[in-house]
């Protein structure tokens, strides 16, 4: 397949379904108004995947900086797996800052802590990574515009070969 060919059948993706023994129906033209809005429709998720795949971030570290100046990772080693991250809890953040015990172990705060040591005895310092490469923002993105075209393609085609009696050329 030359580029040629690729590109032109690409393009015709973007083509509303033509019949000239059918424009003088009202169906029929019904149906390229629902086939133009279904393949704004499709741009739009397409471009909503990418968006969404582009901005998505996950925590890379956290480091939990009490008032003291003390330092502690403020990720969870027990629900944190692969590149899925946890964050420790507030009560947790709150025990490591203010009811420190010996050999770095700590009691938590309980719900009835006051906020002002429940929230102002620490800050939280985070560092994020992106979730995906560029190849496969495009590529799901790409997935998400041509896949979603030949399914409105190939409904135009059913619909028009079914209700139009015949083929379609």
């Known amino acids: 397949?030359?580029?040629?060919?690729?590109?032109?059948?690409?393009?015709?993706?973007?083509?509303?379904?033509q019949n000239p023994k059918l424009e003088k129906k009202?169906?029929?033209?019904?149906?390229?108004?629902?086939q133009g809005l279904a393949i704004v429709v499709v741009?739009?998720?397409?471009?909503?995947?990418?968006?969404?795949?582009?901005?998505s971030k996950s925590t890379a570290?956290?480091?939990?900086?009490?008032?003291?100046g003390t330092t502690w990772n403020a990720i969870d080693q027990s629900e944190?797996?692969?590149?899925y991250k946890s964050e420790l809890d507030m009560y947790e953040k709150c025990g490591l800052c203010n009811y420190r015990l010996p050999n770095d172990r700590y009691n938590e705060c309980e719900i009835g802590t006051p906020s002002n040591i429940l929230f102002?005895?620490?800050e939280v310092e985070k560092t994020y990574s992106r979730d995906h490469s560029i190849v496969a923002v495009v590529g799901w993105s790409s997935?998400?515009?041509f896949g979603g075209l030949a399914l409105v393609k190939i409904s135009a085609k059913?619909?028009?070969?079914v209700i139009g009696g015949g083929r379609n050329d």
């Open 1 to 17: 397949m030359t580029e040629d060919e690729f590109f032109g059948l690409v393009s015709k993706l973007f083509i509303l379904e």
């Open 26 to 34: 009202a169906w029929f033209r019904f149906l390229k108004v629902l």
């Open 43 to 55: 741009v739009l998720a397409a471009l909503i995947v990418a968006w969404v795949l582009f901005d």
């Open 61 to 68: 570290t956290a480091t939990l900086i009490c008032n003291d």
């Open 80 to 83: 944190s797996y692969r590149t």
């Open 120 to 122: 102002d005895s620490y």
């Open 143 to 145: 997935l998400a515009l």
């Open 158 to 161: 059913t619909i028009v070969y």
